[in-house]
């Protein structure tokens, strides 16, 4: 496939790089990253391979939620910087080739918003039905709490008036109505507003309690009837579309694999335009802690097809707890024993609180393999910011915030973050090991074998080679339950890429079906190739946790040697 006929759907084989602006860096002085500071550094997410930018909550906010808290959609913590700011960022990232999205979170606002003060003054107020109000005391809701180690149910008794208002999550965060029409609008509203300053689309907060309106709790809207949460996510796709033909939806979308293609909708109408795939994020883990490949190839062979415009998003880690809830109990304690067996590594119950480098005891090998891996996987990478260079995580922060650390930068103070003092930070640096005096982006871009120069070229690899965005994972027959092998094929061209989960060397006969004799296989991360024998099968040997990105070299059509594209791009290349 031509690139001129992928790049409308920029989003199909993008590298997405989630940045947190307070963290990210402060060019004030006052200790809070700011976004002059990220502006700053387009540059280098230019250059290790970023093409789209998402944003965590920049909007006014008390606080108390790291932001997603928010009192005012339409507009900018001035802790954070201006307007004027924004729109400089976002000019300077489109003209680095970078597109930009947002956090959209329309689950719930602060309760300091002026939309729920106004809502809890009385119950004839025109806001009180942008809220989910009940009169009578609601049953016990406590194992419906996101967060249970913090609320004891999802419904808070107001004082103004004595009614209960719904929060799925923290009762500062009060749900808003989805089923009022008014609040639809209001969020047609704020999508116009941003699409309109320039963003390209965004990343959605909560869809499964975005969509479920009433969970479990009976509530009408004010025409007596209930809304299409699919409809909403139609004909706000649509409305979007119009706006901007080319800007896209991505979904938080923790749920089991047919709730999710469900919320992808049809190729004649369309939802969610990607969605994290959580299912094969926590398979993966399953799959590290066992040295199996077995959970995570169930989870790849389980995928179901979706609309060819729509996407999976993959990622080995974001910025909440790394989630284990789609996982049986005895799994999920397999994952906490191999990674996370303190008690302060865990939270909730269900998920780590840790980054990926310390959880494998830095072996680097083995880091490599799993953001090999990550990229190989049929859709679209996504990263958080520090995974590039193998940052950890503080344990001393609470809870979710232990991966919510400053970006070290260098190996100076506070790792080059920031000149304030350490009190003045939005939260500890991290220490040890995986601190900024051993790890950080100074060195890393001198070191040319560091991790960052490392997934700098996984990401050049991943945008050269459509098959791995376009096709889906053809899970390939092998004797090692250690090794995954698969293959992204499309339009005729294929990747074979073939990943070693444990510590011992594995040697072991890899067939290609379809593929002929003398066919040869040639290695995109190192430069040798081999050639398939007259069963279209060949011996590879893998250390442990080795890996290798295998392009299928045929005599004539598509992948027809040479591979110009792959021999100017690793040219000098080790």
């Not at 002026?114 to 016990?140: G, K, L």
């Not at 040890?432 to 120069?453: I, M, T, Y």
């Not at 003398?518 to 190192?526: C, E, I, R, S």
Request: proline fraction near 6%; charge should be negative.
């Amino acid at each position: 496939m031509r690139i001129a006929d992928t790049s409308d759907l920029w989003w199909k084989q993008a590298v997405v790089y989630c940045v947190d602006i307070e963290r990210f860096l402060d060019t004030d002085g006052d200790g809070t990253g700011d976004i002059a500071g990220l502006a700053e550094r387009v540059d280098y997410l230019a250059e290790l391979g970023v093409t789209c930018l998402w944003l965590m909550p920049f909007y006014p906010t008390p606080n108390r939620d790291d932001g997603y808290d928010v009192m005012d959609f339409y507009g900018v913590d001035r802790r954070l910087g201006s307007f004027g700011d924004l729109v400089e960022l976002v000019r300077t990232a489109k003209d680095r080739g970078l597109r930009v999205i947002a956090d959209l979170v329309v689950n719930h606002t602060s309760d300091q918003h002026p939309w729920f003060q106004a809502s809890r003054s009385s119950t004839d107020n025109p806001y009180r039905d942008y809220y989910v109000w009940r009169e009578e005391e609601p049953p016990d809701t406590s194992e419906k709490a996101v967060f249970p180690d913090k609320e004891g149910g999802i419904w808070t008794q107001d004082d103004a008036t004595g009614h209960w208002y719904l929060h799925r999550f923290y009762r500062h965060q009060p749900d808003l109505n989805l089923s009022h029409p008014k609040v639809r609008d209001e969020i047609a509203k704020i999508v116009g507003f941003w699409l309109h300053l320039g963003m390209d689309g965004f990343r959605v907060d909560g869809i499964p309690q975005l969509l479920t309106l009433s969970q479990g709790d009976d509530f009408e809207n004010q025409d007596g009837g209930f809304t299409d949460p699919h409809g909403f996510l139609r004909s706000l796709r649509k409305f979007m579309t119009r706006r901007n033909g080319h800007s896209a939806l991505l979904g938080e979308v923790n749920l089991p694999y047919q709730q999710q293609r469900e919320l992808f909708g049809s190729e004649d109408a369309g939802e969610l335009t990607m969605i994290f795939d959580f299912v094969a994020m926590q398979q993966l883990y399953l799959s590290l802690a066992r040295g199996d490949a077995g959970p995570l190839s169930t989870a790849l062979k389980n995928r179901p097809s979706i609309p060819q415009e729509a996407q999976w998003a993959n990622f080995v880690r974001n910025h909440d707890e790394l989630t284990l809830d789609q996982l049986s109990e005895a799994e999920r304690e397999e994952v906490f024993a191999a990674f996370g067996p303190e008690e302060r590594m865990q939270v909730y119950g269900r998920g780590l609180t840790r980054r990926l480098p310390p959880m494998l005891d830095g072996d680097q090998q083995r880091i490599r393999m799993v953001y090999s891996l990550l990229f190989s996987l049929p859709g679209t990478p996504v990263l958080y910011y520090g995974e590039e260079i193998g940052m950890g995580e503080n344990l001393a922060a609470e809870g979710r915030m232990a991966v919510r650390t400053p970006m070290q930068w260098t190996a100076g103070r506070n790792g080059g973050f920031s000149p304030a003092d350490a009190e003045d930070l939005p939260g500890p640096v991290v220490e040890g090991e995986f601190g900024p005096e051993n790890v950080n982006v100074a060195d890393s871009r001198r070191d040319p074998d560091s991790l960052l120069n490392f997934i700098g070229k996984l990401a050049r690899r991943y945008r050269e080679c459509t098959e791995l965005a376009w096709g889906e994972a053809e899970i390939l027959d092998q004797p090692r339950r250690e090794v995954l092998a698969h293959r992204c094929a499309w339009e005729g061209s294929s990747i074979v890429a073939v990943h070693n989960l444990g510590p011992e060397t594995a040697k072991l006969p890899l067939r290609v079906p379809g593929e002929k004799e003398g066919t040869q296989l040639m290695d995109l991360l190192g430069q040798d190739t081999c050639t398939l024998d007259e069963d279209a099968t060949v011996e590879i040997t893998l250390e442990g946790y080795g890996f290798r990105w295998l392009q299928v070299q045929r005599q004539d059509g598509p992948g027809t040697l040479p591979d110009v594209m792959t021999t100017v791009a690793g040219a000098g290349e080790a």
